[in-house]
């Protein structure tokens, strides 16, 4: 889904620029508001992990990859705010060290990628949560069919861009055929990794999950060395879900996760082109592709310059997107974090 240089003319790209720049300033305000001391961390972790995942591509159908757009998956864990920060840091990272979509196109992506996911994907989460029983199970559900709704939905925002500012003469019911047809299909992967990547954090550390707040579970006695639930006039009582884990091993977990999956499984992934590489090639979309400004960046297309070794090429390069994006993710939530801090103060809120 990352669009390249040249797909989008300038006007219709400077547009959505100003746009992605004016909910990223919302953003940055509302993140206040999701982000602690306890879930700034999360959200760093988090933009590294989606890095991570990006770079596994998995086979859908006809010679066709897809991969995690990740605003589902952030959304949710983070919060919807955070989560545009986050994936808009994972879209920098790769335009600008990975040639990896567009710089001139980078309005474009965060606007199609990052907001319209995790706008997407919060709604229909939040819409489910309102009528599904409040239990961890619910959550799940909810998020894959969040993040099953979110991809198509980029695609169509996509089409819709490509309708206005297009620079190949394309009929638009062939691109928005191809491009919702294809991408249903690699919902359906978005879906399976955010539904289960949800699970296994709720499991551990439920209150770091910004989707799942407010849950709670019924209390327990032990009656003759069986665990059942305490009687409380009008109903049981209950509490909130107890964490399995500190956070720090979370996110030492996490973070070896990440640099697993990009340094060393990313090799395994499919080759083929992805959703819309696969579209743009079939439909003529990219005869007016520029080449990428970054293109001579020392780790374009995901490889390290001068090592020759393909594997060790492509885990390096894995590997330094890892740590280079969780330090940038978790220096913006900092400082997001403690602007927070200091609006919270008596200084802050004085006259």
């Not at 897809?66 to 919060?79: D, F, K, M, P, W």
């Not at 049981?236 to 996490?254: D, E, F, I, N, V």
Request: net charge positive.
């Amino acid at each position: 889904m990352h669009v390249p240089d040249g797909f989008i003319d300038a006007p219709t790209s400077a547009v959505t620029a100003v746009a992605a720049a004016g909910a990223l300033a919302v953003s940055l305000r509302g993140a206040r508001r999701e982000l602690d001391e306890r879930t700034a961390p999360l959200a760093g972790l988090v933009a590294a992990f989606i890095f991570a995942v990006q770079m596994l591509n998995f086979p859908v159908a006809a010679g066709t990859s897809g991969h995690l757009l990740g605003g589902a998956l952030a959304a949710i864990l983070v919060g919807p705010y955070t989560g545009v920060l986050c994936v808009s840091v994972v879209l920098l990272m790769q335009g600008v060290l990975f040639a990896d979509g567009g710089l001139t196109a980078l309005g474009v992506n965060i606007t199609d990628m990052a907001i319209t996911t995790t706008v997407v994907s919060y709604a229909v989460f939040r819409a489910l949560l309102a009528v599904l029983p409040r239990k961890r199970r619910s959550v799940t559900v909810a998020s894959f069919v969040a993040a099953l709704a979110s991809v198509p939905a980029a695609a169509v925002v996509f089409t819709l861009l490509y309708a206005i500012g297009g620079t190949t003469d394309v009929s638009i019911g062939k691109v928005a055929t191809a491009m919702i047809g294809v991408h249903v299909l690699i919902g359906v992967g978005e879906a399976v990794i955010t539904a289960l990547t949800v699970s296994a954090v709720i499991a551990v550390r439920p209150d770091l999950v910004h989707g799942a707040r407010g849950l709670r579970q019924r209390l327990k006695l032990r009656v003759n060395g069986a665990l059942v639930d305490a009687p409380a006039p009008g109903g049981a009582p209950t509490a909130p879900l107890a964490a399995r884990t500190s956070r720090r091993t979370l996110w030492m977990t996490g973070l070896v996760a990440s640099l697993v999956l990009a340094g060393f499984v990313s090799f395994y992934a499919s080759a083929n082109p992805d959703g819309l590489e696969k579209v743009a090639h079939d439909q003529g979309i990219d005869k007016k592709q520029d080449r990428h400004a970054a293109a001579g960046s020392p780790l374009a297309d995901y490889g390290v310059r001068n090592v020759s070794d393909a594997r060790l090429s492509g885990g390096l390069a894995g590997v330094i997107g890892v740590g280079v994006t969780v330090v940038a993710g978790s220096a913006v939530f900092w400082a997001v974090r403690r602007r927070r801090t200091e609006d919270a103060s008596p200084a802050g809120t004085g006259a």
